[in-house]
C-alpha cells in the first residue's frame, strides 16, 4: 500500500467492498485489515494522480462511489502525508459505520524483513473475522519485492484463520489477458490452500477471497453477487 495512492478510486472500491462484507456478513465479529506500507514515493505525482478526482468516480459510476459518507472520508484523507495518519483515518471511518477494526502490522514493509512482519501479523488474527491483506500490486513470485504477497504468506494466513473467518487478497492487472491471468491465479491459490476463491473486478484490479467454511462461502458469494449487482462494470467469477 504505497502512500501516493492513499483516497483513490482503487481505495474507495477496497474500503466500500469490505464495508458491504461486513454489513451482509453479520456473523463476522471484526474487521482485520493488514495494509504492507511500503511509503510515499513521488510526492508531486501522487497529489495529481487523475484517481484521485472521487465525485467524477461517482458521475462514472466506479465502484464503490455510491458510498457519499466513505467518498467525502477518502477525500478529506487525501490530505494527508503520512502513513499512519492514513490509517488511523481508514479506522476512523469503519469505527463511524460501527465496524471493529484491527490493524496489525502498522510498519513499513520491507522485502527483507518480510519473516518478521508477518509472524507478527499471522499471531494476531482474531476469530470471526474478514482479513484483508493489501499488498501495494499483488501476488508475486517471481523476483518479488517489497510490492508483492507470496503464495506461501497466504498458505500461512490462510491455515492460522478460522473456519469463521474469510481471507481477502488485492491484486492489480498485469499486463496479460485479464480472464487468463484470473484463471491461473485462482489456480494457483486453490493448489496452496485447498479452497477455490471468488472473484470480483472492475477490469481494473481484482479481489480473491477465500473462505474455509462452504456455507460461509456461499454466503460470501451471494453477498458478492448483490454488491456486483450495484455497479455494471464489477464481474464476480465464482467456483464452479
Not at 456478513?25 to 501522487?46: K, N, Q, S
Not at 518479488?144 to 490462510?158: N, Q
Not at 492460522?160 to 499486463?175: C, E, K, V, W
Request: glycine share 6%.
Amino acid at each position: 500500500m504505497n502512500g501516493r495512492y492513499f483516497g483513490d478510486t482503487r481505495d474507495l472500491f477496497k474500503f466500500d467492498l469490505v464495508r458491504h462484507i461486513m454489513k451482509s456478513l453479520p456473523d463476522l465479529a471484526g474487521f482485520t485489515f493488514v495494509p504492507m506500507l511500503t511509503g510515499t514515493e513521488a510526492e508531486g505525482y501522487r497529489k495529481n494522480s487523475a484517481r484521485k478526482d472521487l465525485e467524477k468516480a461517482y458521475r462514472s459510476g466506479k465502484a464503490g462511489s455510491q458510498n457519499q459518507k466513505l467518498r467525502e472520508h477518502l477525500t478529506r484523507l487525501q490530505e494527508i502525508d503520512d502513513d499512519l495518519g492514513y490509517i488511523t483515518g481508514i479506522r476512523s471511518y469503519f469505527n463511524k459505520e460501527m465496524i471493529l477494526i484491527d490493524i496489525p502490522g502498522r510498519r513499513r514493509f520491507t522485502n527483507h524483513d518480510r519473516d518478521t512482519y508477518f509472524r507478527s501479523v499471522f499471531n494476531e488474527f482474531p476469530k470471526n473475522s474478514l482479513i484483508f491483506i493489501d499488498p501495494d500490486t499483488g501476488l508475486g513470485e517471481e523476483n518479488p519485492d517489497k510490492k508483492h504477497l507470496l503464495l506461501s504468506e497466504v498458505k500461512t494466513a490462510y491455515d492460522r484463520m478460522d473456519s469463521g473467518s474469510i481471507l481477502m487478497i488485492y491484486q492489480h492487472f498485469p499486463r496479460v489477458k485479464h480472464g487468463d491471468f484470473i484463471s491461473d491465479t485462482r489456480a494457483n491459490l486453490e493448489k496452496c490452500t485447498g479452497s477455490n476463491p471468488a472473484v470480483i473486478t472492475d477490469n481494473e484490479i481484482v479481489f480473491f477471497i477465500l473462505a474455509k467454511n462452504q456455507k460461509l462461502a456461499a454466503r460470501l458469494k451471494n453477498s458478492l453477487e448483490c454488491y456486483a449487482d450495484t455497479y455494471p462494470a464489477l464481474e464476480c467469477v465464482h467456483c464452479a
